[in-house]
């Protein structure tokens, strides 16, 4: 009786993954989550529930971005293109901090 195996190479192409945006909502004058892992070329988009106004800032010169002025109920998306650690703070408001990890 004889066997008879059959090997099969199957070469597969790395896939590359379109841009995610992730939401990073504003409440009670504190990011959620207030960490936050995404890859180069994402997006985090902020969503404000608060009743105030926020200016957001890096305070990372790896993840450096333009100020944004966030009105109160608003939103407002900032592309991350640099892998980096970094913070995002709020001019308004010193104690906001959210840690970004962009690989």
Known sequence: ?????????????????????????????????NTITISAGDA??????????HRLFSASPSLA?????LPAGGATTVTMA???VGEVRCLAHPAMKLKVTVN
Not at 45 to 52: G, R
Not at 65 to 69: C, L, S
């Open 1 to 33: 009786m004889f066997s008879l195996f059959a090997l099969a190479l199957v070469t597969v192409a790395p896939v590359d993954s379109a841009p995610a945006t992730r939401v990073v909502a504003i409440r009670g004058k504190s990011f959620a989550p």
């Open 44 to 53: 985090l988009n902020f969503q404000s529930d608060d009743a105030v106004a």
């Open 65 to 69: 971005f333009a100020v944004k002025d």
């Open 82 to 84: 640099t892998p980096g």
